[in-house]
């Protein structure tokens, strides 16, 4: 029996949405000008080069010396593999006769390559838009064409500007797979986007999601966390007794909410508690902030642990074997390119506690007052089915969010101060756990967890 000749994308997340691509396969690349689809095609094409695939690349429009200097640029480099025999790059003529386009690629198709990449076909289709007998007779040419390759064809079309109709003909129904390319303005923020039209034998999921092309790493699919199911919690995470007292147990894959009043700098003591539940659970936690420093939040951290009496070398090593801070700016991002920002960190840093710190500036960059429902629950579920256990810390800006963030949660600590005559005369914890009433604890509640959270650092830190 003839073995199966498989390629790949290498494009991380694309190969997830394609599924598998198994000779003989055509892969339609269609999109607006500017959008990737030569840089796409072109990496499908280098990265099945570095895995011992012949790959010719035919053009009507690239300059060979100018195409291979900018794809170096994104870490594409083909002289390697053209000195290989890997790769090879042909300019084909402007020619109105597409028979004759057709006899130039049928020569070179007989040298034997795995992959053919023809950019672009809709300069043989324009030309023949209302002659049907042309038209029909370049459908029936790639249909044969992939045939005798017994490979990989990628067909790059051009859609003009605003467009998302592909009009190609018949040559969508040949095609095994359509993947089109846009662009847009986001937030402020060019967003480019992946829409799957097309993928025989990969069941889609996800029709349409962001991807990126970067100096140096170029393209990168962003495949966004969504379940057809809700996901189970996993087994239960000591934090301390003060928690399991006031809220209950704590499951891997909670989402912990802490709400504050609108003071600076609120939310230290809920970054105590993560670093205490990362030690006694042997975990990583890593903290993603959005409204401090990374170096700022580590500082504070730090002196909170040294005015306990721990050592600055101690305090150094604790975090270093259990935390991991981050910024981000939630103002530079539109909101999909911050989850999957986020989701790339936590990917590489694969912790078991995720602290999202200063939450309230992401709901401000996206819209003010407005809790994006759908990405926050998407994401949490997704980091659920992961075993991550969220804990989100915030200022209370607006009641309205703040109450529809408490609906999400499994628990939620909501601090209150208590003013009386223009005086601070303390406060108020409301500790909300699904499936039950909540309940209110005087401030000091919050005193007693910062001593147990700190006692267990202090033991740490003298075993490290």
Same mark, same amino acid.
């Given at each position: ?291 401090? @420093?990374?170096?700022? *939040?580590? #500082?504070?951290?730090?002196?909170? =642990? ?5 050592? !600055? &070398? /101690? ?126 604890? @005087?401030?000091?509640? *919050?005193? #007693?967890?910062?001593?147990?959270? =700190? ?5 740490? !830190? &003298? /075993?490290?």
């Amino acid at each position: 029996m003839k073995s199966v000749v498989r390629f790949i994308t290498g494009i991380p997340g694309l190969d997830v949405l394609l599924g598998e691509i198994a000779a003989p396969y055509t892969l339609l690349i269609a999109g607006h000008p500017g959008a990737g689809k030569t840089t796409v095609a072109t990496t499908i094409c280098y990265a099945n080069a570095l895995r011992g695939r012949k790959c010719l690349y035919m053009s009507f429009y690239e300059d060979r010396e100018k195409y291979y200097r900018f794809m170096k640029r994104l870490g594409i480099d083909f002289e390697a593999v053209e000195a290989k025999g890997l790769y090879k790059f042909v300019r084909l003529p402007h020619v109105m006769d597409v028979k004759v386009v057709a006899d130039e690629i049928s020569k070179a198709v007989e040298e034997g390559w795995d992959i053919i990449v023809l950019d672009s076909v809709s300069i043989l289709l324009e030309p023949i838009r209302g002659e049907a007998e042309k038209r029909a007779w370049l459908l029936n040419y790639f249909y044969q064409l992939q045939r005798v390759v017994n490979g990989l064809i990628i067909l790059i079309a051009e859609l003009p500007f605003g467009e998302e109709k592909l009009g190609l003909g018949s040559i969508e129904f040949v095609v095994d797979g359509i993947v089109l390319l846009k662009h847009r303005v986001e937030e402020g923020f060019l967003t480019r986007l992946i829409e799957i039209r097309k993928a025989r034998g990969a069941p889609i999921h996800v029709a349409e999601t962001y991807f990126t092309i970067s100096e140096g790493s170029g393209v990168t699919v962003f495949t966004p966390p969504v379940l057809a199911e809700l996901p189970h919690e996993n087994g239960e995470v000591k934090l301390c007794e003060c928690v399991e007292k006031s809220a209950g147990h704590i499951h891997r894959g909670f989402m912990i909410n802490f709400l504050y009043p609108p003071e600076p700098g609120a939310g230290i003591e809920a970054l105590i508690g993560a670093l205490a539940m990362a030690i006694r659970n042997n975990m990583k936690a890593l903290v993603i902030s959005y409204s401090h @420093p990374a170096a700022a *939040i580590r #500082e504070i951290i730090k002196s909170i =642990l040294i005015e306990r009496k721990l050592s !600055s &070398e /101690k305090v150094e090593k604790v975090l270093e074997k259990y935390m991991k801070i981050t910024a981000l700016n939630p103002y530079a991002h539109s909101l999909t390119q911050l989850i999957a920002r986020e989701l790339t960190i936590i990917e590489q840093e694969k912790p078991g506690i995720v602290v999202f710190y200063g939450t309230h500036t992401v709901r401000y960059a996206a819209s003010p007052y407005l809790l994006p429902v759908k990405e926050l629950f998407n994401e949490v579920m997704y980091l659920k089915s992961k075993g991550v256990t969220v804990v989100r810390v915030s200022s209370c800006l607006d009641r309205h969010v703040c109450d529809a963030e408490t609906t999400l949660s499994d628990v939620t600590w909501r601090f209150e101060r208590i003013v009386e005559e223009g005086s601070n005369v303390g406060g108020r914890v409301y500790v909300y756990r699904r499936f039950r009433g909540f309940r209110v604890f @005087p401030y000091s509640v *919050i005193d #007693e967890c910062m001593r147990e959270w =700190l006692e267990v650092i202090r033991e740490c !830190s &003298e /075993k490290l």
